[in-house]
């Protein structure tokens, strides 16, 4: 890739409009043609003779998320005129975790082709993805990996908080609490209906430290987002202004020609591991962000996560693990006040798309200030990561618990598994006043790992089954193969590795088996004896779902397990060279 400048020496041709311009052997034709379409537009040969940036548009009448986009896309715009380049909206699709069936997970590679393909294929020197509910940040992160063009991240934002009895509420935390206390016949229909109209009071992303904003979070600490961009409310002069910095700074990388490569290394990954355990982040950030570096040929080792869990502490009080909304964060100072306080533990010499390294960037943001939401490093909320990798022989390739979000006392567990055998059998037993179940069972639910074909679905934070949730019961043990919200909180076991639907030990789990959870010793086990389990292996051989043709087809073909970031196999890169975060 060549990186363009505006040349009066060479028109009609000197722009990043010849990128990528199609030849069948007259080169200077097709570009004489690509050049007299777009003036159908009304460009003249000046616009056109400049860097183009592009705008990715995932706005969409379903995505409240992305609500604002149609502001944030003039501002943009704002910022790359205001630098002499020319800037070109397209769209991709656009996925809200709410409504595409079977969920925005299933769906999240297609928006990384989508993305991909479309950069690769129009000509742009430079682009701002513009993304913010849950998949469309990784989606768009992954797409521009390995397309490897200079791009920016912007996200639509926070929304911002509610109030209900003037209690603060926000989605989706709680959304799950007064659900729960609904369930529980603890508050009638006509409140919870109130509470509807209550939790989401703008557009903008969920309100608490969910994967949405935690993925924001990560990925400014991966430098591939304006400093400061991660936090501001969707509906702020604040966002605006990022949003006008982002197409700025776009043409800058547009100018010098940095990409995505450069900016997402192994260090770089490390950094974002680390704010992840910092801010007690989303589980699904795990599967995200080894997804995004699975595309540069970074491996995430689970195990070294875990080792970097232990010494990092919690700093960032936020909910689900601790009190406070997004939009008391930005108030706070935003994510450079969390980097600063982390900066002995980050590599602070990396590369952001300011064209200035991460030390660097720290040293310019406003003075420190008295705030309640980000501890010091010496004071944190939890002294140890938000997220400890399980092991054992139900999950001998690994599984995720958030302990920052669960019961302590949970954390340390022996009991007997109640077992649902997919999400069917849940819906169908899991309120039947019949179901053999007690507070200090595990509940465990197969097949809705990536290969389920139900599309890895958030379920894996399971309902308290209602006697148990009448009679006062919070919080259960929790195990299954599939991911949860990360505005979930509870004792729930996640991601196990590898899953039921291919024949991972938990399709061998039996009601009545006895389950040992210890996050203390990082251990998953089936008590039962080597020699069972073999022989309920070779007695239950798995049968993993398949499908005839489209997008199905190819999802259950070449979808990889969660250690792999649910990524397709045929889009990760083909060489691994290096693992992170590093041992010792
Ligand atoms: Fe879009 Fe929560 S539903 S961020
Ligand atoms: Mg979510």
Redo the contacts with the bound molecule.
Sequence with gaps: MTTSKPQDTDPPSASGLKKGVTSYGDSEFSLFLRRAFIKGAGYSDDALDRPIVGIVDTGSDYNA?HGNAPQLIEAVKRGILLEGALPMVFPTISL???FVNPTAMYLRNLMAIDTEEAIRAQPMDAVVLIG???KTVPAQLMGAASADVPAIQLVTGPMLVGAYEGERVG??TDCRRYWARFRAGDIGAEAINEVNSRLVPSVG??SVM???STMACVVEALGMMAPGGATPPAVSADRVRIAETSGRLAVALAKNGVKPSAIMTGPAFENALRVLLAIGGSTNAIIHLTAMAGRLGIDIDLDALDAMGRETPVLVDLKPSGRHYMEDFHRAGGMPVLLRELAPLLHLDVMTVTGRSLGEELERAARPFAQDIVRPLGDPIYASGGLAVVRGNLAPGGAIVKQSAASPALLEFEGRAVVFENLEDLAARIDDPALDVEADDALVLKNIGPKSGAGMPEAGYLPIPRKLAQAGVKDMVRISDGRMSGTAFGTIVLHVTPEAAVGGPLAQVRNGDRIRLSASRRELTLLISDEELARRMRENPAAPPSAERGYQKLFLDTVTQADRGVDFDFLRATQMREKVPKRG
Excluded: K, L, P, Q
């Design positions: 998320c809200h975790e709410s913010g509910c849950d989605a989706c992303t969920c969910g994967t949405a």
